[in-house]
């Protein structure tokens, strides 16, 4: 198994422009989760999915930030417009049961000037 | 709110030495706590995963306890190695979502 795969990478862009992130989690794996990492507040919980129904979308910070799983094997998260603050790793992780943990993707990594 | 604590925030050890560092976080509606490894650049890697007050797991130098009455759990890593360099994250399971610490930055010196 590939293991999570997001994209892109890394991704710059300019303030006010959409972006989108995506991902696909390991076959298989009824939840998935979006986190955003920075160095002031750690890892934080975004939103997550459960069999492709948003559960709890609490973490996502405002209106700009939306997530959809139309399928078992794809999820975006799209940020609209896009500001400085933003820029931060975003990572996606699946899970079969939360109770084997989570498996991350590798991170795509948003700057936005 | 809910506030997982990972202490020290950073930590510096002598290569060969053991160190250890504590997780703390709400006792009620517990269901797991989770360890991972998180290596810069890289992706978090799951370490442990613990649910049973008293529970103990070990892998290879690394081990870690879990007390659920008083909500903290410890990691130990004994005869510290450059490659334990990394960032320990602590993660709180309830109701189908996990919560992590900020985690504990550890570095090792030769």
């Given amino acids: ?113 | 709110i809910l506030n997982v604590e990972q202490s020290p925030q950073s930590l510096h050890v002598q290569e060969g030495d053991s160190t250890n560092f504590t997780c703390s976080f709400p006792s009620s509606n517990f269901y797991a706590l989770h360890w991972y490894r998180w290596e810069t650049a890289k992706s978090p890697e799951a370490l442990f995963v613990m649910t049973l007050n008293g529970d103990e797991k070990k892998k290879g130098r690394i081990s870690a306890t879990l007390n659920t009455k008083e909500g903290y759990s410890y990691l130990y890593i004994k005869g510290s190695q450059p490659e334990d360099s990394a960032t320990y994250l602590c993660a709180y399971d309830r109701d189908d979502k996990i919560i992590f610490g900020k985690g504990t930055r550890l570095h090792i010196l030769p």
Avoid at chain 1, 61 to 66: C, Q
Avoid at chain 1, 68 to 96: G, H
Wanted: proline share 6%.
């Fill in chain 1, 1 to 113: 198994d590939a293991g999570v795969i997001q994209s892109p990478r890394h991704e710059v862009t300019e303030m006010g422009q959409e972006v989108t992130l995506r991902c696909k989690p390991i076959s298989g794996h009824d939840y998935l989760f979006w986190y955003r990492q920075t160095m002031m507040r750690g890892l934080e919980l975004l939103i997550y999915f459960n069999n492709n129904v948003p559960i709890d979308d609490s973490g996502m910070p405002e209106d700009r930030f939306s997530a959809k799983m139309p399928n078992a094997s794809f999820s975006t998260l799209k940020i609209q417009p896009s500001e400085p603050r933003d820029s931060a790793v975003y990572f996606c992780a699946s899970s079969e049961d939360t109770f084997y943990g989570y498996t991350f993707g590798s991170g795509t990594r948003l700057t936005v000037v």
